[in-house]
């Protein structure tokens, strides 16, 4: 496609119907996981396992995709967002199906927790990619628009599930909802590419390179071995060398050209000539590691993903163990954390845009009141009580929205791709041991108590770090290094790295 015709596509037309599709797409992959509460008490029931050992199923489930978001983007970078998302949509059926049949609490954290969050991830990569190809100047509203996928998604699913369950039990909710999830596949195909995938410009120049090199052998006239023997002087008054006649005697022998092959060691060249690539990563990593408050942001986002992810898995089973839900609930808990989480994205979107606020110390203020109300939990005696914890819990997770913001405002735009891969790694080893850390707190204690302080004291510990860390009065009064302001950027290579 020529640069005009991608002009002319950004910023509307045919975007619009990128963004419908991309939405539904996280909307039909992120349902399940995102009200994984609603199933794991009937694991707990089935499997008769320990609660640390079945949060693991929901931990992986959410935080596989976030660790393993560097290999989703090269898979969007190399091979477009379009076949990843139509065979992203084939593992996360896979393994919802896959789980209606396991046997155990490990076949689940196979099956659920990585085949399903490693498709989560793929759809996520893509669906953000393939939107800001489409969009420049309104692409905070088009991502906003197709990241609330995943919250909707979380609520309707909620109730969908528990009805699933109490119509046709576990096995059969979760063969119906994978058959459900094919249709991300269908969503797949209005994903036409503005800009070629590299694995298919690697592919054509490859092609390319292999026609020419038929082309001129073709030209090349048929040299038989006595002419080289008795007439090589005439051969090179012909036109061909030395060097041709001694190319066409060894590419004959299939032996030669299997030691030349084992020998060139293909790999340990390749990491000489991406050597400078290497040390330049390195030396990035570094620099960033230097940063004293994107060290802060990388702990917090720790600690932060530790304590405040595992309400989301644990808070029906907190309902029922303490008497406060009886089954007849028509909203679940895990519903209005979805569906709170979907209005917090918008609304701290939207005051991260005013001039007059600072992204840095909303974000802070945002893990602090997440702490303060998980102190709260243990002490509410009431299912209102955890309804309105769950809905201020879910807004403040929807901080989500405003942390690329954050993150530029720390390390710049020229950066961002790099830290927010580094952040992200972060984020995700605190998804994955959050549920299973207050899992373990419970199975030693038989009670959520000691769990959500643990869970709060972790929350509260990253917002006074981060906020300790941003005050003015630590930096030196210094002009080089500015940090620039957020700025749209065309460059759909950072973007899709970031995703």
């Known amino acids: 496609m020529t640069n005009q015709s991608s002009a002319k596509a950004l910023d509307g037309g045919w975007g619009w119907v990128i963004v419908v599709a991309s939405f539904l797409c996280q909307f039909l992959a992120y349902g399940s996981p995102m009200s994984v509460g609603v199933l794991y008490p009937e694991w707990l029931d089935t499997f008769r396992q320990g609660k640390g050992m079945t949060a693991w199923v929901g931990s992986l489930v959410s935080g596989i995709g976030l660790i393993a978001s ?46 399903v969050g490693m498709g989560c991830g793929l759809v996520y990569a893509a669906t953000v990619t393939i939107t800001c190809q489409y969009f420049d ?9 197709i990241t609330t996928g995943t919250s909707v998604g979380g609520f309707i699913c909620a ?12 096995e059969g909710c979760l063969l119906i909802m994978g058959a459900l999830t094919l249709n991300i596949m269908a969503c797949g195909g209005p994903m036409r590419p503005l800009n070629v995938p590299e694995y298919f410009l690697k592919q054509k120049a490859a092609l390319e390179r292999t026609t020419e090199q038929k082309d001129i052998h073709r030209e090349k006239p048929p040299i038989k071995e006595e002419s080289i023997n008795k007439n090589t002087l005439s051969s090179v008054e012909k036109g061909l060398t030395v060097s041709d006649l001694l190319m066409s005697s060894d590419t004959n022998d299939p032996l030669s050209y299997e030691k030349n092959f084992l020998g060139s060691s293909s790999l340990v060249k390749t990491i000489k000539n991406n050597k400078h690539t290497y040390s330049k990563y390195i030396a990035t990593t570094a620099e960033l590691l230097q940063d004293r408050v994107f060290v802060a942001l990388c702990m917090a986002i720790f600690l932060f993903d530790i304590g405040a992810f595992p309400p989301v898995l644990f808070m029906e089973d907190v309902a029922r163990s303490s008497g406060h839900s009886d089954g007849t609930c028509l909203v679940p808990l895990v519903s209005i954390v979805a569906i709170m989480a979907g209005v917090g994205k918008l609304v701290l979107g939207i005051l991260t845009d005013l001039k007059f606020v600072n992204s840095l110390y909303l974000y802070t203020f945002t893990i602090l009141g997440s702490g303060i109300a998980l102190l709260i939990t243990p002490i509410a005696n009431n299912y209102a009580a955890l309804a309105v914890l769950s809905g201020v819990l879910g807004f403040f997770s929807g901080n989500w929205s405003i942390f690329p913001y954050v993150t530029t405002k720390i390390v710049g735009m020229d950066r961002l791709t790099h830290a927010y891969g580094i952040l992200m790694f972060f984020g995700g080893f605190g998804i994955v041991l959050g549920p299973p850390v207050v899992g373990w707190i419970y199975d030693c204690t038989e009670s959520y108590d000691l769990a959500f302080f ?5 929350v509260l510990l990253a917002g006074f770090s981060l906020l300790l860390a941003a005050l003015p009065c630590w930096d030196k009064p210094k002009k080089d290094h500015p940090r620039p302001d957020i700025k749209y950027t065309n460059n759909c290579d950072k973007v899709a790295s970031v995703a």
Request: hydrophobic content about 50%; some cysteine; overall charge positive.
């Open 70 to 115: 560097p290999i989703c983007s090269a898979c969007v970078i190399n091979f477009g967002a379009r076949p990843v998302t139509v065979f992203s949509g084939v593992m996360v059926s896979g393994g919802l199906m896959l789980s209606a049949f396991a046997p155990n609490v490990q076949f689940l954290i196979f099956s659920y927790g990585t085949v």
């Open 137 to 145: 100047k309104r692409r905070g509203l088009a991502l906003g628009i």
């Open 159 to 170: 109730t969908f599930q528990q009805v699933l369950v109490e119509l046709y039990g576990l």
């Open 454 to 458: 643990f869970s709060g004291a972790c």
